[in-house]
């Protein structure tokens, strides 16, 4: 029985669980997967330190930013110095190649199976990475798109055209895996012509980012279009042999994808539970005879799953 690998002693090892899970991936006939931002973390899309100095020393030394969080929510004086920001922001973070190929070995893993996707995270990386964008739910957003800040109409755009815009016009050269750098003796400037700053075409007020910040929120047509299919997936499937695998999910969020894999593990008979953490690899009591939990990094495990 696929759930009896799931119990094991207390005493088991880092290294017989992922043994375990391989062979909990190899026998499930669907795996629906939950994944968080430390996914995205782990394939090298870190928010401070050497990176955030890179693209944004400037802004640092100007104002102070300690990571690109604390600058995405400042309240610059003027539209052009904000897109200048965001559009860095949006650029390497949805649209640059991620450094590490761990999407990838996700795909890898869940390619011939029959597999969906629930996800906080707003990069692309999973289309990126091969995944099929009819399995993908994106819940928070997309940094590829744009919407009215009202918002007046419940519609979004594709920015990636006037993003690289505003890219290039601050002096930056884009490499073909997207990859952003200045030529020598460039200083980057800190401010988008006028005339790139995107307004809505119906109210003609500012637009903003399609992120789930607040209450302005637009769930466009394509946004419920993908709740719909998660939901259609997981009334066809609830029957079957399900792996619900958690993927470096955190708690800031923890409705979306850890606690609704929770109760549908303890609800449905066959249905597992993988979470795959570090720091925080954790499954209640409820369902921890269902359950395999995996503390370390998720690119380092995703690694030791692979084929041999």
Known sequence: MLAQRLFRRNEETYNEKIQRLGNVLEEADVVIIGAGAGLSTSAGFVYDGERFQKYFGDFKEKYGFRDMYSGGFYPYDTLEEHWAYWSRYIWINRYADAPKPVYDELFALVKDKDYFVLTTNVDHCFQKAGF???????????????????????????????????????????????????????VPKMEVPSELVPHCPKCGKPMSMNL???????????????????????????????LFLEAAVGFNTPTIVKYSFWRMVYEWEDALYACLNYGEAFAPDEIKKKSICINGDIGAILNQLQPT
């Open 212 to 242: 789930r910040a607040d209450d302005t929120f637009v769930e466009d047509g394509g946004w419920h279009k993908a709740a719909q299919r998660y939901s259609d997936f997981l009334r066809r499937h609830q029957n079957m042999r399900v």
């Open 132 to 186: 099929d964008k009819e399995r993908l739910f994106y819940t928070q957003g997309d940094y590829g798109l744009f919407q009215c800040s009202v918002p007046c109409h419940k519609e979004t755009y594709d920015n990636a055209e006037i993003i690289r815009k505003m890219i290039e016009a601050q002096g930056y050269v884009i490499a073909e895996n997207g990859e952003i750098n200045l030529p020598e003796g460039i």
